[in-house]
């Protein structure tokens, strides 16, 4: 089935650690995107890649890194720098600009 | 840039009775507005679309109106049953616009 994944479904993380969270497509989609959600609120955009080896910044990249080595990977990195990590974590993909929006079940981060 | 204002945040129904949510974009130029239901601990999945050139879609129970003039579209949900009780995201992007911007969401509760 094609869909998109993200892994783990819980993470916990020491203050001072960087950790990564996987997102996986094999929906054969150009762009992918990294949202966060805090409780109640809505979707802020972290990262988004249009396409294989470039990305752009969201309106809260500060504290986080991606890369974009495969079409079907996004891997997202929760650095040290970022000060609030613990949120829940969604991962998208589209076809292209200005078409529905795939969602993996997303990655709930906690800092210990 | 694309703003999306979204209202009511929270919402309580009886079931059987209807519901409506109300967004706003600030961007003239954007064309594509999907709506996506999210339930507890879950990714965001796509429920109904609307392009810039339909005034209104329906799909049973769900229906959607756009108004381009005063730049607002709603979300109707008719015959409200306890499942339909989620989080709700309006959004809206162009054609050459790289992101999707969402709604702040708008919790749905229906009470049986």
Redesign the interface.
């Known amino acids: 089935d094609g869909g998109i994944t993200q892994s783990p479904k819980y993470l916990f993380r020491k203050e001072g650690q960087n950790v990564t969270l996987s997102c996986e497509q094999n929906l054969n989609h150009d762009a992918m995107y990294w949202y966060r959600q805090d409780p109640g609120q809505g979707l802020r955009l972290i990262y988004y890649s249009q396409i294989v080896n470039d990305f752009q910044k969201g309106d809260i990249a500060e504290g986080y890194s991606v890369s974009r080595e495969k079409k079907e990977s996004f891997p997202l990195t929760v650095t040290s720098a970022q000060k609030n990590p613990t949120a829940f974590y969604l991962c998208a993909s589209t076809a292209t600009v200005n078409t529905e929006a795939f969602f993996g079940q997303g990655t709930r981060l906690t800092v210990v | 840039g694309e703003n999306v204002e979204q209202h009511p945040s929270t919402l309580s129904v009886q079931e059987g009775d209807s519901a409506v949510i109300k967004c706003t974009y600030s961007d003239s130029a954007s ?2 507005f ?1 709506w ?1 239901k999210q339930e507890l ?6 429920i109904i ?1 609307i392009r810039s050139n339909v005034g209104e879609k329906k799909d049973q129970r769900i229906a959607v109106t756009l108004n381009k003039t005063a730049k607002h579209f709603s979300l109707h949900i008719t015959e409200t049953q306890p499942e339909d009780s989620a989080v709700y ?1 309006c ?1 809206a ?8 911007i ?4 708008t ?1 749905l509760s229906v009470i049986p």
């Open positions: 064309n594509y999907p996506y601990g879950k990714g965001p999945q796509l679309d995201f959004a992007s162009k054609t050459s616009y790289d992101k999707v969402f709604g702040p969401g919790s």
